[in-house]
């Protein structure tokens, strides 16, 4: 057993080591992943967890850049930024601001020479002709990933690829998650899924459900190709934010081929499908998809000469992030991610070194990180000792506690209930909330734009007056006994109905999770009782409660928004009284109405980022102090841990396509991992003693025979 021990030890591996030894110091970046990709069709995914591989491979015209704050659009595959031109319901040009403004033109450029990855959909046989359009049973009866296609080709981008995708909008098969949107703004979206409906429907009645169908043979009034390289999409009114959504995958090529080649009879079964197997002229594309155990992403040898973005923010430079500024990228070589389906092993690996970053669970955030009076977070010291580095990054989101505008009790635009919402507001100690159930990670809400989005403002010019006062150290919560003299002026006085005397009771409607939530429900319950508010907790299931909160029937619930695009059109709609989720099945959650906050919504929402805008968004967010449709609660944190041969690591809560920057010094990682995961001899050589120990006595008797047997021989 020492034998093999030495032996093992002259690999010179770790013996925990769970990669092959050819990668020992590979350019590979390894990473964890906890819930599977549903879906890997860019017409269909619309999850963080699936991002992180889509936004490696496919490529729409724009990007968000890498470095800069607040999140700014470039081109990608574009040459330049789309400038929209306006057209009159007669098609002629008008101003911006004409009141006979009926569209939106968006022209887009492509540039020229982007290839596709090497894939089986663009092969070709000497004749020219692809070489795998005719597929059938018998061709695929040895085919089972991929790689088992002998032959690969590729082709260069064009215009036409984009506007396939966005038919692919309405494919009735696909059920894209922004088709309904979409179809508002796109030109023609709504008819061209109609007539593919009803091609599909005759598939189906002549018996031939999964026939491909062609979208090239059905026109799109909306989308317009002008050239090889150049196309436009027609939308209707002004809609500013649509550049956001052209930085999407929604809005990412597809190459017809790659849709007809999987769209052969057996290829579904086998799982080789856009959603298993994406096609993108990306910097990476994807070679083995097991999702419940390896998913792995390699560099496209076809990608383009793209270089290291060479500005930032001032403080980018001293951190190291503009030390590769104009290095050609990707850098990393290939991705290797493991899915972890508990906590405990996925951070064991990385504080061994076999994860190169690591987010932070409740449970390793102790160890993890160091919380300091003010409520600053860095590094704990045994962290610090290993390289580790902390990575903080205000969310683009909001999570906050609604008041159903439509009770009788909570809602309104009456004084009392006004009156009633701004004292509960006070009562919430959402600091307390993020210190106890969030481990520190947010800041507390003045409004609803996060920081790095415009409109937010800072300090004491962004404070909301109603909740709290101005200190010098900061914003301090306004004591208890203001929120009680409101209460009073709401005609509830120590929490009673000051006509009736019947105590006043509200209820929190949220889904019911199990044990693990009493704690918080219990909190919620101790900040209204401070003001003598009964609160009473009703828990359901999550359809249940999603139907109670569609039909307006919910009065208080915990809700929350991640931001969509990193404009304060998208947290503002939210208030918009045409959001009414009750009653237009909208995002307004609260049901929240007020006439002058719309009026003045349709005025900041197309206008460009500047003074003018900041003012609109100004009084909008006063109105909310004043009505207070939400008890803002806070904006979250991100928390993550990187190891020290990781570089050019800036969080980007929108940018989504960050591997391409990243950089990796797998010489370090070696070293470091070598030195981290150092054999332990004693185990073996206390097993070596268990298993010798029987044999002492018996060796010890046996000499003891032989001596006698000596001494009587003499």
Known sequence: MVAIGLALAGCGRAWNDPYPAS???????????????????????????????????????????????????????????????FLDAGGNRVGADAPELAFSVYEIRIRPGILYQPHPAFARDGAGRLRYERLDAQALRDVHELRDFAYTGTRELVAADYVYQIKRLAHPRLHSPIFGLMSEYVVGLKELAAALRQADEKLRAAGRPKAWLDLDAFPLAGVELVDR?????????????????????????????????????GMAEKNLTLDWYPVGTGPYMLTRNDPNARIVLERNP???DERYPAEGEPQDAAAGLLADAGRRIPFIDKAVFSREKEAIPYWNKFLQGYYDSSGISSDSFDQAVQVGAGGESTISPEMAQQGIRLETTVATAVRYLAFNWLDPVV??????????????????????????????????????????IFGHREGQAGLDSTIYDWAPGGPRRKDIAEARRLLVQAGYPDGRDARSGVPLVLYLDTTDRGPGDKSRFDWFRKQFAKLGIQLEVRGTDYNRFQEKVRKGAAQIFVWGWNADYPDPENFLFLFQST?????????????????????????????????????????????????????????????????????????????????????IDAQLRARRRAEWNLPLWWPLAGLALLVAAPAIPAALSYRRRERRRASAGA
């Not at 591989?53 to 890498?66: G, M, R, S, V």
């Not at 004084?415 to 509960?424: G, N, P, T, V």
């Not at 003045?600 to 968004?617: D, H, S, V």
């Open 411 to 452: 809602g309104g635009a009456d004084e009392r209930s006004r009156k009633l919402r701004r004292a509960i507001g006070i009562a919430i100690d959402w600091e307390e909330f993020i210190s106890i159930f969030a481990n520190g990670r947010g800041i507390a809400a003045q409004g609803p734009i996060p920081p790095g």
């Open 579 to 663: 959001q009414s989720r009750a009653r237009f099945q909208g995002e307004n959650a609260a049901n929240y109405s007020n006439p002058e906050f719309d009026r003045l919504f349709e005025r900041m929402k197309n206008l460009p980022n500047g003074a003018e805008r900041q003012a609109l968004i100004d009084r909008m967010v006063a109105i909310l102090h004043e009505d207070a449709p939400w008890s803002f609660g806070y904006f979250p944190k991100d928390f993550g841990l990187l190891h020290a041969w990781m570089a050019n690591v800036k969080p980007n809560q929108m940018a989504r396509n960050r591997l391409k920057y990243q950089r």
């Open 229 to 265: 390289h150049t196309y436009r999409i027609r939308i209707r009114g002004r809609y500013a934010q649509f550049a956001y959504w052209l930085a999407m995958s929604f809005f990412a090529p597809v190459p017809p081929e790659a849709d007809r080649f999987y769209g052969q009879p």
């Open 23 to 85: 990668e020992n110091a590979a350019n590979i970046l390894y990473a964890g992943f906890t819930e599977r990709p549903k879906h890997l069709d860019p017409v269909q995914s619309y999850s963080e967890d699936e991002a992180e591989f889509n936004a490696q491979i496919y490529e729409p015209p724009l990007q968000y850049h890498y470095l800069k704050r607040p999140y700014t659009l470039v081109p990608l595959t574009a040459r330049a930024m789309p400038e929209p031109y």
């Open 302 to 304: 076809n990608y383009r």
